[in-house]
């Protein structure tokens, strides 16, 4: 009688089919990796940049057992200045069930720790540009196949525009170097995810107003107006004419006892909105509060003109104005 085949792998039979599972894998990414082009800069980023840049002082923490969200976090917070360790932020970031921090939390823990997590334009010239300007950036990557993704965290802190690589500090490699083409697969896997942790008063060197002024507003409900102010003063150097940033900081110096400011910053929004209903009531409230009744009604009418939300706020405040004289 023949016997049956065992349905069992022996220890050599598993380890050689995992290992055949593990080179067809490798085999794919080879391919795909040969498939996909070099992404193409700009010509201004050609002419803008150096040539090479590298932010040497970027501290490492190598990225142990599915730590590399925690450990990312803890070089870009402690190259801004933030004293904090891996293991301080791995409970506030690691989730052991999914084996790994998600993206929400990572923007979060930045907060938390005093923070501007500002997100960036998802193509390789805003990634350089932020570096040059001193920015190590958290870069997500997927290291395998959509189907069966591998997602990583790493802090991308240099360049080689002649040699067409990025420097990272990824997993337990500090510096380690990758071609712009095989960085760019890894990375546009997660659509291209970055940002940025800056403190406030300072700016990514590539945001637009809107982009920083949701940065900016979430950070604000975290840390409070006090915290945001130099955050809003920077947005209104950059951008001036950006009406909504004036409102805000005026709302962020009301918050904290400074009327004067918030009086001019009410005033800068209006000047570049005059359409900027709420604008006009705050600014009408305020002169009241402070007795210049003249130039609250002022402000009152301009408001109440305006239909839309802020009318009737407007005209219940203009009737309260008349009762008072």
């Not at 003109?305 to 008072?324: E, I, M, T």
Request: glycine letters at 6%.
């Amino acid at each position: 009688m023949t016997p049956c085949p065992s349905r069992h792998f022996t220890k050599t039979t598993f380890w050689n089919a995992r290992l055949a599972g593990v080179l067809a894998l490798a085999l794919v990414m080879l391919i795909m990796a040969g498939c996909a082009s070099t992404p193409q800069l700009a010509e201004t980023t050609k002419r803008e940049l150096p040539r090479q840049t590298l932010l040497e002082q970027t501290p490492f923490h190598g990225q142990r057992d599915y730590q590399c969200g925690p450990a990312s976090l803890a070089m870009v917070l402690n190259a801004s200045d933030v004293p904090v360790e891996v293991d301080t932020l791995i409970p506030q970031v690691f989730l052991p069930e999914r084996e790994g921090s998600v993206q929400p939390e990572m923007l979060a823990t930045v907060r938390r720790h005093g923070r501007i997590p500002f997100m960036i334009k998802g193509n390789l010239d805003a990634l350089l540009t932020e570096i040059d300007a001193g920015h190590p950036t958290v870069v997500m990557q997927n290291l395998s196949l959509p189907a069966w993704p591998i997602w990583h965290y790493a802090v991308a802190i240099g360049f080689d525009l002649d040699e067409e690589t990025l420097i990272l500090h990824s997993g337990m490699e500090p510096e380690r170097i990758e071609s712009f083409k095989r960085f760019d697969a890894t990375w546009a896997r997660s659509d291209r995810w970055a940002f940025v942790a800056l403190p406030p008063g300072t700016l990514p060197a590539t945001t637009d107003a809107e982009a920083a002024m949701d940065a900016i507003v979430d950070f604000e409900r975290v840390q409070g107006e006090q915290a945001a102010l130099l955050a809003w003063e920077a947005l209104i150097d950059r951008h001036p004419e950006h009406a909504m940033g004036h409102f805000a900081l005026g709302n962020a110096r009301y918050a904290t006892g400074d009327r004067q400011g918030a009086i001019a910053a009410f005033e800068g929004a209006v000047a570049q909105d005059p359409d900027l209903a709420v604008a006009w009531l705050n600014l009408g409230l305020l002169q009241q509060e402070m007795g210049n009744v003249d130039q609250a009604r002022e402000a009152l009418q301009l408001a109440a003109a305006h239909p839309g939300a802020w009318q009737n706020p407007a005209r219940q405040a203009l009737d309260g104005l008349k009762s008072g004289d």
